[in-house]
């Protein structure tokens, strides 16, 4: 089983720790962004199939 030589630094370990957790963010407010322009219907981007109700008059 692969051990590693040495320790890894604090430092080294908290740099990627929050070099990870920016990217989560980044991505959740990406995922935000996109599905309140999805709720808002007016993003050019994107085709929406929308069900047209039939009413039984």
């Known amino acids: 089983m692969a051990v590693p030589k040495k320790r890894t630094s604090k430092s080294k370990t908290r740099s990627r720790k ?3 957790k920016r990217k989560a963010f980044y991505v959740s407010i990406k995922a935000l962004s996109l599905a309140k322009s999805s709720l808002s ?3 050019n981007s994107y085709v929406y199939y929308v069900s047209e109700k ?4």
Do not use: E, V, Y
Request: avoid cysteine; aromatic fraction near 10%; charge should be neutral.
């Open 41 to 43: 219907m007016k993003s």
């Open 54 to 57: 039939l009413t039984n008059d």
């Open 18 to 20: 929050a070099n990870w």
